[in-house]
């Protein structure tokens, strides 16, 4: 790749139907911890990351990490200070413990996996009145080692996100998704005090990090599917989460020039992105295939919906015939019709050999030329 290469503005090119002169690689989701142990014993050299040994852009999973990290603790686990993290069980083969976004998790020990959700810290008004204090924006103390890692930021060529914990997210880590569902019709009035929080908090972090750092896109967690169909209804969507989307984005946009607003959601959400588009969100991840999520759908119905994702992890795990037919079937009409950024579309298990990566990297670069 050549020297002069821009990522940041090939980035916003491709984000917009543009043709950059040269094409970014993402993996966003990145590799299970057991996938890198496993192509340690098959070939990636001990002194490499899997990110420079393959020569991918720096995105999200493999961002500029200190600096990544200590800002997504202020955005995206948005409590000042922190819930302190609590031990409550352990044994041989799982861990029990109230981790700082407050919710306590069963998780088993010596592999990746998804915890179990045991506990949330939010069941009624009170609960909420009770923890609010850790959510006012304007408490200085949470921006300081921010600030200390943000100096000398004007010359990067690395992306970097403003991390935001999305609308549905931040009422399901305060309730959980069942207490949640119940609260639309209990305490509906509940719910919009909460957003119209939601927005003050991040209006107000806004305030205090974009001044200190150019930010290239904003990032919406919000894991708000399930491999058939969305967790909240299009209704309540419009409801309790598409004013309040708006009012953010506006703001972004508006007093900071943001302009690529990226909804990470896994699950099948196909009857939300009129919603998403509605609100301003212009690119979406990670199109899970197993949820049926196939981006040459997605671009048919929304053509104007930029995409990362996609490419079905589990042909990775077939084998090289799967994977150049996984690739050849979708990858170069997406990149025909812009907008699209190439991607496997989750964590890569360690099911996937590296022999099978190497060849899956070496079809999607002859691609992306």
Same mark, same amino acid.
């Given at each position: 790749m050549?020297?002069?290469?821009?990522?940041?503005?090939?980035?916003?090119?491709?984000?917009?139907?543009?043709?950059?002169?040269?094409?970014?690689?993402? #993996?966003?989701?990145?590799?299970?911890?057991?996938?890198?142990?496993?192509?340690?014993?098959?070939?990636?050299?001990?002194?490499?990351?899997?990110?420079?040994?393959?020569?991918?852009?720096?995105?999200?999973?493999?961002?500029?990490?200190?600096?990544?990290?200590?800002?997504?603790?202020?955005?995206?686990?948005?409590? !000042?200070?922190?819930?302190?993290?609590?031990?409550?069980?352990?044994?041989?083969?799982?861990?029990?413990?109230?981790?700082? *976004? &407050?919710?306590?998790?069963?998780?088993?020990? &010596?592999?990746?996996?998804?915890?179990?959700?045991?506990?949330?810290?939010?069941?009624?008004?009170? =609960? !909420?009145?009770?923890?609010? !204090?850790?959510?006012?924006?304007?408490?200085? *103390?949470?921006?300081?080692?921010?600030?200390?890692?943000?100096?000398? %930021?004007?010359?990067?060529?690395?992306?970097?996100?403003? $991390?935001?914990? $999305?609308?549905?997210?931040?009422?399901?880590?305060?309730? &959980?998704? #069942?207490?949640?569902a119940?609260?639309?019709?209990? *305490?509906?009035? %509940?719910v919009?005090?909460?957003?119209?929080?939601?927005?003050?908090?991040?209006? @107000?972090?806004?305030?205090?990090?974009?001044p200190?750092?150019?930010? =290239?896109?904003?990032?919406?967690? #919000?894991?708000?599917a399930?491999?058939?169909?969305?967790?909240?209804?299009?209704?309540?969507?419009?409801e309790?989460?598409?004013?309040?989307?708006?009012?953010l984005? /506006?703001?972004?946009? $508006?007093?900071?020039?943001?302009?690529?607003?990226?909804? =990470?959601? =896994?699950?099948?959400n196909?009857s939300?992105?009129?919603?998403?588009?509605?609100? $301003?969100? /212009?690119?979406?991840?990670?199109? #899970?295939?197993?949820?049926?999520?196939?981006?040459?759908?997605?671009?048919?119905?929304?053509?104007?919906?930029?995409?990362? @994702?996609?490419?079905?992890k589990?042909?990775?795990?077939?084998?090289k015939?799967?994977?150049?037919?996984?690739?050849?079937?979708?990858?170069?009409?997406?990149?025909?019709?812009? @907008?699209?950024?190439?991607?496997?579309?989750?964590?890569?298990?360690? *099911?996937?050999?590296?022999?099978?990566?190497?060849?899956?990297?070496?079809?999607?670069? &002859?691609?992306?030329?």
């Open positions: 050549e020297s002069s290469y821009n990522l940041r503005k090939a980035f916003k090119e491709v984000v917009t139907f543009r043709k950059p002169e040269h094409f970014p690689h993402f #993996e966003a989701m990145g590799f299970w911890s057991e996938t890198i142990d496993r192509w340690h014993k098959e070939g990636l050299p001990l002194d490499k990351t899997s990110w420079e040994f393959f020569k991918i852009d720096q995105f999200m999973d493999n961002a500029p990490e200190e600096l990544s990290y200590h800002t997504d603790k202020v955005t995206q686990i948005p409590y !000042w200070p922190p819930f302190e993290c609590n031990i409550i069980e352990e044994t041989d083969r799982y861990i029990v413990q109230r981790e700082m *976004d &407050g919710i306590i998790k069963k998780q088993l020990k &010596g592999k990746t996996s998804m915890p179990q959700f045991l506990d949330f810290p939010v069941k009624n008004r009170k =609960d !909420w009145e009770d923890l609010k !204090w850790r959510l006012d924006p304007y408490i200085k *103390d949470r921006y300081k080692r921010v600030k200390e890692l943000s100096i000398n %930021l004007n010359n990067r060529n690395t992306l970097l996100r403003f $991390g935001i914990c $999305g609308g549905y997210g931040f009422q399901r880590n305060l309730f &959980g998704d #069942e207490t949640l119940y609260t639309y019709y209990d *305490d509906p009035n %509940l919009h005090e909460i957003m119209e929080h939601w927005v003050y908090l991040y209006t @107000g972090i806004a305030d205090h990090l974009c200190l750092i150019d930010f =290239d896109y904003v990032f919406l967690w #919000e894991d708000m399930y491999k058939t169909s969305s967790l909240i209804s299009p209704k309540h969507f419009r309790f989460i598409l004013p309040y989307y708006r009012e984005i /506006n703001y972004l946009k $508006g007093r900071y020039k943001l302009d690529v607003f990226m909804v =990470d959601s =896994d699950g099948n196909f939300l992105f009129p919603l998403f588009i509605e609100a $301003g969100i /212009n690119i979406f991840i990670p199109c #899970e295939i197993n949820a049926g999520m196939e981006p040459i759908l997605i671009r048919e119905k929304f053509p104007n919906l930029a995409l990362l @994702g996609g490419i079905d589990q042909a990775l795990i077939k084998g015939e799967e994977i150049e037919e996984e690739i050849l079937r979708k990858v170069p009409k997406m990149l025909e019709s812009g @907008g699209y950024f190439p991607s496997v579309d989750h964590h890569i298990p360690p *099911d996937v050999s590296f022999e099978n990566f190497c060849y899956y990297i070496e079809i999607l670069t &002859g691609m992306e030329k």
